[in-house]
């Protein structure tokens, strides 16, 4: 599976959008990008997952570029409870998943 | 239930004893994983069972490790000889369907190994 890059933490003002960016430059065209997120000693949340179409949720939005080499996860209205580390993962469908966890992005929303 | 349990939520126990981590996924997915988080870490994969096929063993540290899973329900990560670096948390997960969509983690064990 391809290897992710993201920044080790980012800060956010309440209320406004949380972008984090993601790079992926060796991804396949088979792999899809993934987004989880860990809240302090929780289990990861998964958010939102894209081939090559930007995606949308109730938590998230997810852009992936032309090229597929890199995406950025955007929280349109950060809340403290946002506050958390944040995972971009690059993977295969129907090869069982074995994500690849990074050391993530941490998030911290701020009042 | 209505999501991944994990028990115990923490286990203390002695270098050179063994452990075993119980995961309940949730009913009806065919898909179950084993992570293991050290402290300040990422996760990392350990093993991967999907339906009656021979599970994924390719993460396990050592032949200290194994799982077990009954069918598609209940899953034992079992650690023989315990050792101070095989303290962390042990994060199960499942999905329906292997390759498909998200998993759904469990709150982990926190291992911790004097």
């Known amino acids: 599976d391809a290897k992710t890059t993201q920044p080790p933490s980012m800060d956010c003002a309440e209320g406004r959008a949380a972008n984090l960016p993601c790079n992926h430059s060796t991804i396949s065209g088979n792999e899809y990008v993934y987004w989880y997120r860990q809240i302090h000693s929780q289990g990861p949340q998964y958010i939102i997952h894209g081939l090559k179409n930007n995606e949308t949720n109730e938590m998230a939005s997810l852009i992936i570029t032309e090229d597929r080499k890199s995406s950025t996860l955007i929280l349109p209205h950060a809340t403290l409870r946002d506050t958390a580390v944040y995972y971009c993962i690059v993977s295969r469908e129907n090869y069982g998943q074995n994500f690849v966890f990074g050391p993530g992005t941490r998030l911290s929303v701020l009042p | 239930g209505a999501g991944v349990s994990q028990s115990p939520s923490n286990k203390v126990t002695e270098k050179g004893k063994d452990v075993e981590l119980r995961c309940d996924p949730i009913s009806g997915h065919t898909a179950l994983y084993w992570y293991r988080q050290r402290l300040g870490q990422g996760l990392e994969f350990l093993i991967y069972?999907?339906?009656?096929?021979?599970?994924?063993k390719s993460g396990l540290p050592s032949d200290r490790f194994s799982a077990e899973r009954t069918g598609e329900s209940v899953s034992t990560l079992t650690i023989q000889r315990t050792q101070q670096e095989d303290s962390a948390v042990y994060l199960c997960a499942s999905s329906l369907l292997a390759g498909v969509g998200e998993q759904f983690f469990g709150p982990g064990t926190r291992l911790t190994v004097l």
């Open positions: 069972f999907q339906g009656n096929s021979a599970p994924d």
